[in-house]
């Protein structure tokens, strides 16, 4: 079983996609951290990650060992992985990888921003899952004080309303529900709450075969 999830940031995404997971038994890939992984490599090699050139380079070069900085969770890296992530030859050295990824038994839960239009439209589960900015930018607030990182609501949510746009906006693979994903608003909803919903879902759909 393929269960693709999708969403703008810190929709929930994550939490879903490891519970999920779990539950079902299957592999997890996080996409957002291969993209971050190359925005910060294209950086860290002097370049800008706008630079297709670099950035293209940077993610054929990519080492699993790469995936371990911690700074990949920061703001640098999310800004330059949206900005690497709208590099169309980017995405394309991506694709193979994601895509064996999903397809090797037993199956996986991949979240990201186009695995249920792009990466795996074949998926058999597809979730989008997404919240109001301002709901969404308190908990990304919460996650970084948790690392005690300092920061403040106006510029979360200023930033991520950035990185969303970018990523709703580009021309190849933008952020948008596939045809057939089931919205999950987790607006009012906690982890838990989200949770069941999208094994309602989930077992719902099954039933109907
Ligand atoms: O954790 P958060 O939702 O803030 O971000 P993320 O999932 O780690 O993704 C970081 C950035 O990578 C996004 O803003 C996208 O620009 C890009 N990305 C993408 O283009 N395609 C994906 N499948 C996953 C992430």
Not at 98 to 112: L, M
Not at 135 to 140: D, F, L, N, P
């Amino acid at each position: 079983m393929i269960i693709a999830i999708d969403g703008p940031a810190a929709a929930g995404k994550g939490t879903l996609a490891r519970r999920l997971a779990e539950h079902f038994g299957l592999e997890l890939l996080d996409t957002g951290l291969l993209y971050r992984a190359v925005g910060l490599k294209t950086i860290r090699g002097g370049a800008d990650p706008g630079d297709a050139r670099a950035a293209v380079r940077a993610a054929r070069a990519l080492s699993p060992s790469d995936l371990e900085d911690t700074a990949l969770r920061g703001e640098e890296a999310a800004q330059a992985a949206s900005q690497v992530g709208a590099i169309g030859a980017v995405r394309a050295v991506m694709l193979d990888f994601q895509r064996t990824f999903a397809h090797t038994p037993p199956g996986a839960v991949i979240d990201g921003r186009d695995i249920g239009t792009e990466v795996c439209p074949d998926a058999d589960v597809k979730i989008f899952v997404t919240a109001r900015p301002e709901v969404r930018a308190e908990r990304r607030l919460k996650e970084l004080r948790a690392r005690g990182v300092d920061a403040i609501h106006g510029r979360v949510l200023q930033d991520m309303k950035e990185r969303d746009a970018r990523d709703a906006k580009r021309d190849v693979a933008p952020l948008k529900p596939a045809e057939d994903a089931f919205v999950l608003d987790t607006g009012d909803l906690d982890a838990d709450a989200a949770f069941a919903a999208a094994l309602d879902f989930i077992t719902s759909r099954n039933r109907r075969g």
